[in-house]
């Protein structure tokens, strides 16, 4: 019969058990065609759907920013 300790990792120094024995392996990407056409789309439609949520908030409550304003 084995005992637990043969199948759990431990680190180098003491006995103590690892609670992270795998490490991500990192990847590198350096596919960048499109990235910046992308993002700049992204942040305009972003700041559209906030002037529309401003207007909407302007016109339900009448405060420009409601409980600040």
Known sequence: MTSSTETQITTESGNRQNIFPLEAQPQLVENYDGYIEDAE???GRWAM???IALLGAYITTGQII???F
Request: proline letters at 11%.
């Open 66 to 68: 409601p409980g600040i």
């Open 41 to 43: 789309k992204a942040n």
């Open 49 to 51: 759907i906030g002037f």
